[in-house]
T-cell receptor, first 119, second 113 residues
Framework: GAVVSQHPSRVICKSGTSVKIECRSLDFQATTMFWYRQFPKQSLMLMATSNEGSKATYEQGVEKDKFLINHASLTLSTLTVTSAHPEDSSFYIC???????????????FGDGTRLSIL | DQQVKQNSPSLSVQEGRISILNCDYTNSMFDYFLWYKKYPAEGPTFLISISSIKDKNEDGRFTVFLNKSAKHLSLHIVPSQPGDSAVYFCAASRGGSNYKLTFGKGTLLTVNP
């Protein structure tokens, strides 16, 4: 249980292109979904938090116009990197927090990430 | 300001022995502490968590200990298996903040056969 699917797993595209990444919770409804970015040999850095039907909350220093987040349903959130440039190349990971927590206190379940490479 | 710290970037143990991964935190407002395991090119996998009102939680080979006075937690894996080799992330969250996770930098565990 608690499977999160992230698609695509890898994207290579030219500078200036916009790229959309999908995150789906397959077997549970997610109250909240999160988007992270990971640089090489660094920890996961939270970019934004999204709740279904409301605007995303972005962390300090994250450009909301560059990273558009849509949380259309309790099982789907999308991250669009607009007009991507080489410095946006990174590993992007989404996670979802189930509506019912049980004993897994505060746990989020992660997708397998998207490796974005901008040429 | 790094609120969750994993001071050992790597740890190597023999198969069958105990692995102890450590984590320190600075924010006393954290409600929950979690451990994740991550293989290369995959997302983190949730392992085990503990509420701040408890001092121990056990699940099979994995046990998490929390020492609130020292702001320290540890993950014990007994017995260690080669398949446990991965990067382990410590994370903490506050219930009032949408359960946002703050991660440590991770510890690479290598279990040698």
């Amino acid at each position: 249980g608690a499977v999160v699917s992230q698609h695509p797993s890898r994207v290579i595209c030219k500078s200036g292109t916009s790229v959309k990444i999908e995150c789906r919770s397959l077997d549970f409804q997610a109250t909240t979904m999160f988007w992270y970015r990971q640089f090489p040999k660094q920890s996961l850095m939270l970019m934004a938090t999204s709740n279904e039907g409301s605007k995303a909350t972005y962390e300090q220093g994250v450009e909301k116009d560059k990273f558009l987040i849509n949380h259309a349903s309790l099982t789907l959130s999308t991250l669009t990197v607009t007009s991507a440039h080489p410095e946006d190349s990174s590993f992007y990971i989404c996670s979802a927090r189930p509506r019912t927590i049980g004993t897994s206190y505060g746990a989020q379940h992660f997708g397998d990430g998207t490796r974005l490479s901008i040429l | 300001d790094q609120q969750v710290k994993q001071n050992s970037p790597s740890l190597s143990v023999q198969e069958g022995r105990i692995s102890i991964l450590n984590c320190d935190y600075t924010n006393s407002m954290f409600d929950y502490f979690l451990w994740y395991k991550k293989y290369p090119a995959e997302g983190p996998t949730f392992l085990i968590s503990i509420s701040s009102i408890k001092d121990k939680n056990e699940d099979g080979r994995f046990t998490v200990f929390l020492n609130k006075s020292a702001k320290h937690l540890s993950l014990h894996i007994v017995p260690s298996q080669p398949g446990d080799s991965a990067v382990y992330f410590c994370a903490a969250s506050r219930g009032g903040s949408n359960y946002k996770l703050t991660f440590g930098k991770g510890t690479l565990l290598t279990v040698n056969p």
